[in-house]
């Protein structure tokens, strides 16, 4: 009897676990599906809540979307989401050579702002310079520990109080009044000329150099409207800045076709010499075309700006104080 029942109990543990192995695969079918269903659903609300959706639903194409946010910071991606609608110049803006991540909204707002047919490398240089924002507004104290790279201009500004160290004197056969420049621009200068009167037997002259605070102020005063800048956006006060014209024809003008303005064009980069305020720029940037005005920046500096055909501020924005790493 005993043993029946052993039996009997037996039997039905077997049916029981038979049923529970047959009963609980499609529990857990069904519980596996469920579930996968809950992470999919989760997953898709929180991709809602990214950028990369969030740009992807303005009007971009998914590939874009992800373009950008790989490229932009995420306080970019924000502003470009704010602006609530598809941009045009958003994507071709990644590819410009001196594009900067940082900068990326205000080149938009530009764009927007003056509804500009101006081609994107032009608003690039004019926002890498600051050309978009208020001139006074945005005036900071020049950087003089750049040293020969210091940028000084209408938004880059030098106090009373500064004065080169270095200064020296040019050697009176090579300017009319007693000049002074950083020391390293008058051995470049030295150079420079003979292998100007080499080649062209032109002799180069040095018309102004180094001026203090004091008198940029006097030469300020005398071209209100003229080529001078303010006292304190002079390149002049740094001692990197030279004025050069002709021995023989002083008076010569326009420079920039002269046999001085065009060798020095041409070669002063290979002295270390930069032309400050290019023809070429200045109908971009709106400062008057100086072809005597020349600044010292170094050899390496002078050829990079010369064969970028770049100014002396976008070369600063791009490679001293940008881009920024994100
Ligand atoms: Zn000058």
């Known amino acids: 009897m005993e043993l029946k029942l052993e039996l009997i109990k037996r039997l039905i543990a077997k049916w029981a676990d038979r049923d529970n192995r047959w009963l609980s695969m499609p529990c857990t079918l069904a519980a596996l599906f469920v579930l996968l269903v809950m992470v999919k659903s989760c997953q898709g609300i929180a991709y809602n809540f990214t950028n990369e959706c969030k740009i992807y ?5 998914i590939d874009e979307a992800r373009t950008l946010v790989a490229t932009l910071s995420e306080a970019q991606e924000d502003t470009l989401i704010a602006h609530q609608e598809h941009d045009t110049i958003a994507i071709p803006m990644l590819g410009m050579r001196y594009f900067i991540a940082d900068n990326f909204s205000r080149y938009l707002a530009f764009h927007k702002k003056n509804s500009t047919s101006a081609p994107l490398d032009v608003i690039v240089a004019l926002v890498n310079v600051g050309y978009d924002r208020d001139r ?78 004091q008198d940029q102020i006097g030469t300020y005063k ?64 709106g400062f008057a075309y100086e072809p005597w005005h020349l600044r010292y920046v170094g050899k390496d500096v002078a050829k990079r700006i010369h064969d970028e055909d770049i100014t002396f501020d976008e070369y600063y924005a791009y490679y001293i104080e940008g881009p920024t790493p994100r």
């Open 136 to 213: 006074g507004s945005s005036a900071v104290p020049c950087d003089t520990s750049k040293g020969q790279l210091m940028l000084v201009n209408g938004r880059h500004y030098l106090d009373e109080n500064y004065k080169p160290e270095n200064l020296a004197t040019f050697s009176m056969d090579y300017c009319y009044e007693n000049q002074r420049a950083q020391s390293v621009v008058v051995d470049a200068f030295m150079v420079m000329q003979q292998a100007c009167k080499e080649q062209t037997d032109a002799q180069l002259m040095v018309n102004s150099a180094y001026r203090s605070y």
């Open 222 to 285: 005398r071209n209100p409207k003229g080529y001078a800048a303010r006292a304190g956006s002079s390149e002049h006060q740094t001692g990197y800045a030279i004025d050069v014209t002709s021995r023989q024809h002083p008076m010569r003008w326009p420079f920039d076709t002269s046999v001085e303005g065009v060798w020095m064009r041409e070669h002063c980069h290979d002295y270390g010499f930069i032309l400050r305020y290019p023809k070429k720029q200045s109908q971009i940037f």
């Open 57 to 61: 639903k303005l009007g971009y194409t």
